[in-house]
């Protein structure tokens, strides 16, 4: 798993929460890291801040989205601090898989990343060809 969220509190609150989870997971600080990162590591999971320097989570987003040719499709969580009418339609617009938001809760967490990691089971070639 891949956090991108440019505020360093921010980072550490989602690390522990994931490690509760039993989860790990690295941390980026904006959108071009997280390019950069998905050169290096095939990441199932992103969890994607909206609101970032340099690149925001929207045209992360939808850069990761244009990606083909031996690219894994990552599902990619919005974490926003945004929770007004419209925000979940716009995150799922520029092609995030899911919304959880800020302050994020910990079951909501759980429940994110099970809606993950449950597409990504969905879609490996063993369980497509399972009878």
Same mark, same amino acid.
């Given at each position: 798993m891949l956090i991108a969220e440019d505020n360093a509190v921010n980072q550490q609150v989602a690390l522990v929460q994931l490690?509760?989870? $039993?989860?790990?997971?690295?941390?980026?600080?904006? $959108?071009?890291?997280?390019?950069?990162a998905l050169n290096?590591?095939?990441?199932?999971?992103? !969890?994607m801040d909206c609101q970032m320097?340099?690149?925001? $989570?929207?045209?992360?987003?939808?850069?990761?989205r244009t990606r083909t040719e031996n690219f894994r499709q990552p599902y990619i969580i919005a974490m926003t601090a945004q929770a007004m009418s419209g925000d979940t339609e716009k995150c799922l617009a520029a092609g995030m898989n899911d919304y959880?938001?800020?302050?994020?809760? !910990?079951?909501?967490f759980?429940?994110?990343l099970a809606r993950g990691l449950s597409k990504k089971v969905e879609t490996t070639p063993l369980n497509r060809h399972a009878g």
């Open positions: 490690e509760q989870l $039993g989860y790990r997971a690295e941390a980026v600080p904006n $959108g071009l890291a997280v390019l950069e290096r590591t095939p990441y199932d999971i992103i !969890l320097p340099e690149m925001d $989570g929207f045209e992360t987003t939808r850069r990761i959880i938001s800020k302050p994020v809760q !910990l079951d909501a759980a429940a994110a």
